[in-house]
């Protein structure tokens, strides 16, 4: 029987270990089946944007902990396991069917998504014959070879003939390359072809043009700052080009009401506030923080004195603020 599809190496089974966490208190607070958590540390379950972000900050790990790299131990353990998968399939057959359909399919000028649907099979389960990780049942031959307008002998024959000639080697070999990389993001030749692109990657690259770290928790009348990613949270807003966005957790109470609690405040490092504005006040100069430092900040309201000099307000009880920087705040999440 065809072993299921690796698409997702990853690290969040270590992770996990290395936090004390069981398996079934990661499914509990990730809101996921114990199967599901099972399938994802396994790699053979795909994540969406929202589960990859919420079981990071679950574990409390930097979404680029999740991926694999060159140097983890783990690498070597899914390399050898994605070779002996190839090849039990390709002598079982599998991957010679599998690259033969695909070649038919291309030349039919099909996409798969397309030739999933004509041949009345989910993506998912098309996808997985083609790169031979699948049997094809008995049942599902007739309408696959009729989606191409043949019958099952003659789909047969054209595989046969493909193999032949040489024609599926290449493509066969294309496969087994992909083997002597692992999933590190920014690498665009590791992974493995999912639909065409490389789902690792894409998920990856997906997720972290949509995020914002949080760098700031309440701590007392202030807050903890600490430049750090090990939190983050989906923008609403667009941040295609933008750069030195992050969140902070504000003290609510401070402002007098002014922000909701459980909220979230975005600010943008690269846009110094300005009197009247609301803004994130940090004790020490920004571009001096980094994962190690910690600073104060407080969320406050941008005011000028009598004698012109510019201090952040915040009003439960009242107080003026002084800080080395103050970016200003553009947006308020609430949760």
């Not at 038919?104 to 009345?120: C, L, N």
Request: glycine share 8%; aromatic share 6%; proline share 3%.
């Amino acid at each position: 029987m065809a072993q299921e599809e690796i698409i997702f190496p990853n690290n969040i089974r270590n992770i996990r270990l290395a936090n004390g966490m069981k398996m079934t208190e990661l499914a509990r607070q990730a809101g996921l089946s114990l199967s599901a958590v099972s399938k994802i540390e396994k790699g053979v379950r795909r994540l969406n944007q929202k589960q990859l972000l919420n079981i990071c900050n679950i574990l409390g790990c930097k979404l680029s902990d999740i991926f694999i790299k060159e140097s983890d131990e783990v690498a070597d353990q899914w390399q050898s396991e994605i070779k002996r998968r190839l090849t039990d399939n390709e002598n079982s057959g599998l991957k010679i069917f599998g690259s033969g359909l695909r070649k038919i399919r291309q030349k039919s000028g099909k996409t798969i998504a397309q030739a999933a649907k004509d041949a009345g099979m989910t993506l998912s389960v098309y996808h997985k014959i083609e790169v031979g990780q699948r049997e094809i049942y008995v049942n599902e031959i007739e309408p696959l070879a009729q989606s191409f307008a043949m019958s099952a002998e003659k789909l047969f024959d054209e595989v046969a003939e493909l193999y032949k000639s040489g024609a599926l080697t290449k493509q066969i070999n294309k496969v087994k390359e992909r083997v002597k990389s692992v999933l590190v993001p920014g690498n665009p030749l590791s992974g493995i072809d999912m639909h065409g692109s490389l789902y690792g990657a894409k998920l990856y690259d997906s997720a972290r043009k949509k995020l914002v770290p949080v760098f700031g928790n309440p701590a007392g009348k202030a807050i903890a700052f600490k430049k750090s990613d090990k939190t983050m949270i989906v923008s609403p807003l667009s941040l295609e080009g933008r750069q030195g966005i992050y969140a902070v957790i504000p003290n609510a109470k401070r402002l007098g009401g002014i922000i909701p609690e459980k909220s979230y405040v975005l600010a943008d490092a690269m846009t110094p506030a300005q009197v009247g504005d609301m803004a994130v006040c940090i004790d020490t100069d920004f571009d001096s923080l980094d994962e190690e430092t910690s600073a104060v900040a407080h969320v406050v309201s941008v005011k000028q004195d009598s004698k012109g000099k510019v201090y952040g307000h915040v009003c439960a009880p009242d107080e003026k603020i002084s800080g080395k920087t103050m970016h200003k705040v553009i947006m308020i999440i609430t949760e």
